[in-house]
């Protein structure tokens, strides 16, 4: 009898872990390193805003000429969103050159992964060059080659430095089972992301074939989505508007009351021109690698 409840124990322990499981894995930590919407107190004044706004804002939906207060790092979060990510946001606050601030935060991550551990990574960066540059054909099986010529540049190009040490950092992660996913790029079709070398990184070039002549399509992109987003109004059953939905799932992802116009009557049905760019091709490869049914609008 003794037995018998010791196994039933056992048995109730293994199912409740296992639930406890699968609880966990409902929520992915993912970490995004972008240029984000800065908070208020960042500007010192209306004027500091407005210029703030067109220097790094994406899009101005409701043609007031003044750009809504999404940045790059917001619209690729945007994408990415869905119930089941937990996102924990890395900012690239333009005092360093890009690289610089990439390689302090995937270190960051890295020296903090045993307490803060992430599941995914979207670097929607590039340090790219031309594809030229590198022996050809350009080869997968070459990448440690390749990796080594850019160590090389760097012994003289601190940018180079700082790109190799990415590269490096970001196979650190991948090593720890981090998915991370980075761009082809978008210097043309002659160029390469050189951050694609990283061993074990996802690298994301657009779907549209149409946007080759600006988004590098190369052996060592990995997969293809969508890269162009045109923003569609929401309307209530009366046709007021509630928002707008930026990735096509029908769901309100920028609500009216985040535009800048006071005028919300005139507001257009779509915005044009899209936004494009494999910046935003990564986090919709994101979404379908974690992401395997559709959840409801969030009310």
Not at 15 to 39: C, G, H, M
Not at 46 to 61: A, F, L, P
């Amino acid at each position: 009898m003794k037995f018998i409840r010791l196994l039933l124990s056992c048995l109730i322990l293994a199912l409740t872990w296992n639930v406890s499981s699968q609880e966990q894995k409902s929520y992915y930590y993912v970490a995004i390193i972008d240029r984000f919407y800065p908070p208020m107190e960042a500007f010192e004044s209306e004027d500091d805003k407005t210029q703030h706004r067109w220097m790094y804002g994406v899009v101005d939906i409701d043609k007031d000429y003044q750009k809504e207060a999404y940045y790059h790092g917001d619209m690729v979060q945007l994408i990415a969103n869905d119930p089941s990510f937990v996102f924990l946001r890395y900012p690239l606050a333009g005092q360093r050159s890009p690289m610089k601030e990439i390689l302090m935060a995937i270190n960051s991550i890295n020296d903090r992964f045993d307490r803060t551990p992430i599941d995914s990574l979207v670097l929607s960066w590039e340090s790219s060059t031309l594809i030229s540059a590198f022996d050809q054909p350009l080869s997968r099986k070459h990448r440690e080659k390749y990796i080594e010529t850019i160590r090389q540049w760097g012994e003289e190009n601190p940018s180079w430095h700082d790109t190799y040490l990415v590269i490096k950092a970001l196979e650190a992660l991948t090593d720890k089972g981090v998915q991370v996913f980075t761009i082809a790029g978008n210097s043309g079709s002659r160029a390469i992301n050189t951050l694609s070398f990283a061993k074990g990184v996802t690298t994301v070039g657009a779907a549209e074939k149409e946007l080759n002549y600006f988004i590098s399509d190369n052996v060592f992109v990995d997969t293809y989505e969508q890269a162009a987003y045109q923003f569609i109004r929401l309307d209530d059953s009366n046709g007021v508007p509630l928002g707008y939905d930026v990735d096509g799932d029908g769901c309100q992802d920028i609500p009216i009351s985040a535009l800048t116009s006071s005028d919300k009557t005139q507001l257009p049905k779509a915005t044009w021109p899209p936004i494009k760019g494999s910046s935003f091709a990564a986090p919709m490869a994101l979404k379908k690698a974690f992401v395997k049914t559709t959840a409801h609008c969030p009310s």
